[in-house]
């Protein structure tokens, strides 16, 4: 797993190093690794690093420390470095008497330059970036690397303030923060810095793709089609047959068990997919070893008696869409709930399940979790996964390919069949939220897409993983 941790467990790290965080052994350590980011971002960018012109935005923290003192190294490489102080009389010391000697000026504006380095302010920054800040911010045009993260992002939360910086690169120190999981797009590329420190706790964490394709499930030897999983999913109706069809399909192509489905939709679904097994209801359905109940089933009456006969069942059961309608008005029905159950709303769902919308997704996320006793995936971008026993998974998508009509219900079926062939609910939400969003990049090969698309590509995605190919 890939760790993230809270801007309390950092400080905590740093300071159990004791002489080498008050000696500014740290801080060294830490700008050499941003001096060396910038250099390479200078070759990439211009073809090299010597004669370029830098610009560092300094705040009154550490992080205008780090800047500073990777200004000095910079200037010894021969690049030329300005350096804009938003409070001169707070600016860090050691690192402004450093980036002098080194030859680096000290300017009112930074002029044209060819990379800025934002030294604003780091781990303790909190809200909108103040003035003069955003104005300098707002005016810059040139690529942006940040220390430690992105000025106007919270560390924690990870949530992006109007005028927060968006960097080309990021460089981090130790261990990652949580920002850099919920708001990596705001962080671009991140380069993390070995400098001595070890962080216990992490907050969130996140599955690797290695461990994905080692954990997915494939046929055994000795594998049939029911030891492998059994899926039921209750989705789609006459007026929406596609959530029946993405959903059961993204079911079949994500393991190789097998799919029973129950609605209206029956003849769409089996011309689609004929591998599905349809019935009309539930008594006729047959046994299943975990239910996905809600995309496009409806929110009448006999939606509701279908939605409680399903988590009446001793099986896990994925909530999502309509019947996320329907439990918000009844959450009754999953607190009391002795088997697993999987919530997976979107913002507006969430807001619909707990009252408000959340600006810290994490504790929101743990919150409804503990709650409700159930797992819930929050999607988004950066998806959040949290099981009542307070564990968050995260997985950041990379890109917003998915972010399409339908894609929903694609990602119902991939957890639900990863349900019903046994894995951990928070594994399968996690496991099929990335798969989901490598799907979605391999589909959309640079242009938008639909779902069906979306689905088409869940096949290659997994062998993609698996292979490497």
């Not at 045009?141 to 560390?155: H, N, T």
């Not at 047959?241 to 959903?247: E, H, K, R, S, V």
């Not at 999607?379 to 998915?402: F, H, N, Q």
């Amino acid at each position: 797993m890939i760790d993230y941790f809270s801007a309390d467990r950092i400080r905590a790290a740093e300071h159990a190093t004791g002489t080498l965080l008050s000696s500014g052994v740290l801080m060294r350590r830490a700008s050499h690794g941003v001096a060396d980011v910038v250099a390479a971002e200078l070759r990439h960018r211009t073809g090299g690093a010597y004669g370029r012109t830098v610009g560092l935005l300094i705040g009154s923290g550490d992080n205008g420390g780090d800047a500073l003192f990777a200004g000095a190294f910079l200037r010894r490489r021969g690049v030329r470095v300005r350096a804009q102080l938003l409070n001169p009389e707070r600016a860090h010391a050691a690192g402004l008497a450093a980036f002098t000697e080194a030859g680096g000026r000290v300017v009112a504006e930074l002029g044209p330059v060819d990379l800025v380095v934002d030294g604003i302010v780091g781990l303790s920054g909190r809200g909108p970036l103040r003035e003069p800040a955003a104005t300098m911010v707002a005016a810059l045009d040139a690529p942006i690397v940040a220390v430690d993260l992105p000025s106007g992002v919270d560390a924690d939360t990870g949530f992006v303030h109007p005028n927060a910086v968006r960097a080309a690169a990021t460089v981090t120190f130790g261990v990652l923060r949580n920002a850099h999981a919920l708001a990596a797009v705001q962080c671009g590329r991140i380069t993390l810095v070995d400098i001595g420190i070890e962080a216990t706790e992490p907050t969130l964490r996140r599955l690797t793709d290695g461990e994905i394709a080692t954990r997915w499930p494939v046929p055994r030897p000795d594998d049939d089609k029911y030891t492998q999983g059994v899926v039921g999913v209750v989705a789609g109706s006459d007026r929406y047959p596609g959530a029946a069809i993405l959903c059961t399909g993204a079911a079949v192509a994500a393991t190789s068990g097998m799919v029973r489905y129950v609605g209206s939709a029956r003849a769409q679904v089996v011309s689609a997919h004929p591998e599905v097994v349809s019935a009309d209801d539930l008594d006729s359905v047959g046994r299943v070893q975990a239910w996905v109940i809600g995309p496009g089933a409806g929110t009448d009456q006999a939606a509701r008696e279908r939605l409680h006969r399903v988590l009446a069942d001793d099986v896990p059961v994925l909530v999502d869409a309509d019947a996320l309608t329907l439990v918000a008005a009844e959450p009754e029905l999953v607190r009391d709930r002795p088997a697993p159950t999987l919530l997976t709303p979107h913002a507006g769902e969430f807001a619909r399940l707990t009252g408000s919308a959340p600006d810290d997704r994490v504790a929101a996320t743990r919150d409804l979790a503990q709650a409700w006793g159930a797992t819930v995936l929050l999607k988004g971008r950066a998806t959040v996964i949290a099981d009542p026993d307070g564990m968050v998974l995260i997985d950041d998508a990379e890109a917003s390919w998915a972010a399409t009509a339908g894609s929903g219900d694609v990602l119902s079926g991939m957890a639900g069949s990863l349900l019903a062939a046994g894995l951990p609910v928070a594994e399968a939400a996690a496991m099929a939220t990335r798969v989901h969003s490598l799907a979605a990049i391999e589909a959309s090969e640079g242009a938008p897409i639909g779902a069906s698309s979306l689905l088409g590509a869940v096949h290659r995605a997994l062998v993609t993983l698996r292979t490497g190919y």
